[in-house]
């Protein structure tokens, strides 16, 4: 039996960007609040079937796009090697009437639209897709290496507010502070008692799932109620401060975020090292420079190939 409020997203999304996660958003608020139960699930492609129909495989590891899938606030449930092609099966599988995309063609490996077939079942529902990051931004950006910015690029705030949001996409819940915990921009969800919280800084480039990992365990080892994240401002980041807020945002590990912390942050809340090597996991070498360093070694091997088939690029 089909159900409206279960809802389909699928996709590669490779570096897990605040694009993709706007789309998740997007699709979480097809479901009108309040009307339960509702389920996201959002079905990721495996490295395989991307390097299958897209002719190479993403930078970020099906592993990693997983852990980074399963922490967005909005997503309820993941799907595991979805098919690169969305087929109503599938759909009908999870009871999800539709599933949302955003407002771009996805073809597959022989140049026909995946979601032919849902849109031909009217099954296909369109959102806005996110201007200025992709994947292929991104891996350009690395390729430039880190560009200088300015570091206090203003944050619009109903932006900020819609990441914000709970898991229905809609009631507020973390809190948003600029600088320091006195300047609030968006008012959480719950009643903030810095006592019940505990607070960790980092530039989070690239947010990734080794960051999601380790603010995870944080809040495990530290057994805090509430996690405060600082995102630093951080001149020669690949992310713009912007871009490194939303993306942190999104994780549902996150209760509140401030914005550039200024030095004082830290003696106002009990706070834990991100780089506490009690914090490593499965995802512990993940690293901005690591993650660069594969977009290279990635270029350096097209490169190669193309040379030896005496291709000129
Ligand atoms: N998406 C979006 N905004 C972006 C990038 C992606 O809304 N800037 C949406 C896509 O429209 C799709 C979902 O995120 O509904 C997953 O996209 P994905 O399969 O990862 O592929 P791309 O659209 O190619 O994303 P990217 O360009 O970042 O690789």
């Known amino acids: 039996m089909l159900d409206p409020r279960y809802v389909w997203i699928d996709g590669c999304f490779d570096f897990t960007h605040y694009g993709h996660a706007a789309a998740m958003l997007q699709a979480r608020q097809t479901i009108a609040p309040g009307d339960l139960p509702s389920r996201l699930f959002a079905g990721v492609h495996s490295d395989a079937e991307i390097a299958h129909h897209k002719g190479a495989p993403p930078v970020m590891e099906e592993e990693e796009r997983y852990m980074h899938v399963q922490h967005?606030?909005?997503?309820?449930?993941?799907?595991?090697?979805?098919?690169?092609?969305?087929?109503?099966?599938?759909?009908?599988?999870?009871?999800c009437q539709y599933v949302v995309h955003g407002d771009d063609i996805t073809l597959d490996a022989e140049g026909h639209d995946c979601y032919q077939e849902v849109k031909?079942?009217?099954?296909?529902?369109?959102?806005?897709?996110?201007?200025?990051?992709?994947?292929?931004?991104?891996?350009?950006?690395?390729?430039?290496?880190?560009?200088?910015?300015?570091?206090?690029?203003?944050?619009?705030?109903?932006?900020?507010?819609?990441?914000?949001?709970?898991?229905?996409?809609?009631?507020?819940?973390?809190?948003?502070?600029d600088g320091t915990l006195d300047r609030c921009l968006v008012e959480g969800g719950f009643v903030w008692e810095p006592q019940a919280?505990?607070?960790?800084?980092?530039?989070?480039?690239?947010?990734?799932?080794?960051?999601?990992?380790?603010?995870?365990?944080?809040r495990d080892?530290?057994?805090?109620?509430?996690?405060?994240?600082?995102?630093q401002a951080a001149p020669n980041a690949y992310?713009?401060?912007?871009?490194?807020?939303?993306g942190v945002l999104s994780c549902d590990a996150v209760d509140a975020v401030v914005v550039a912390p200024a030095a004082g942050v830290t003696a106002e809340l009990r706070s834990f090292c991100l780089h506490d090597p009690a914090l490593n996991g499965v995802f512990a070498g993940l690293t901005s420079s690591a993650i660069a360093a594969r977009v290279t070694a990635q270029r350096?091997?097209?490169?190669?190939?193309?040379?030896?088939?005496?291709?000129?690029?």
């Open 72 to 95: 967005i606030r909005w997503v309820d449930e993941i799907v595991k090697d979805a098919p690169y092609v969305t087929e109503p099966a599938v759909l009908d599988y999870y009871a």
């Open 221 to 231: 080892i530290a057994g805090a109620e509430r996690l405060v994240v600082g995102v």
């Open 120 to 177: 031909d079942l009217g099954r296909f529902q369109v959102v806005k897709r996110t201007c200025g990051v992709s994947t292929t931004e991104l891996i350009q950006r690395m390729l430039d290496g880190p560009r200088p910015q300015a570091p206090m690029e203003p944050v619009d705030a109903s932006t900020l507010r819609l990441f914000a949001t709970a898991r229905d996409g809609f009631s507020p819940w973390c809190w948003v502070f």
């Open 300 to 313: 350096n091997r097209y490169a190669a190939r193309n040379r030896a088939k005496g291709i000129v690029s």
């Open 197 to 218: 919280a505990v607070y960790v800084e980092d530039n989070f480039d690239l947010f990734h799932a080794g960051h999601i990992e380790r603010l995870a365990r944080v």
């Open 239 to 246: 992310m713009t401060l912007r871009e490194r807020v939303l």
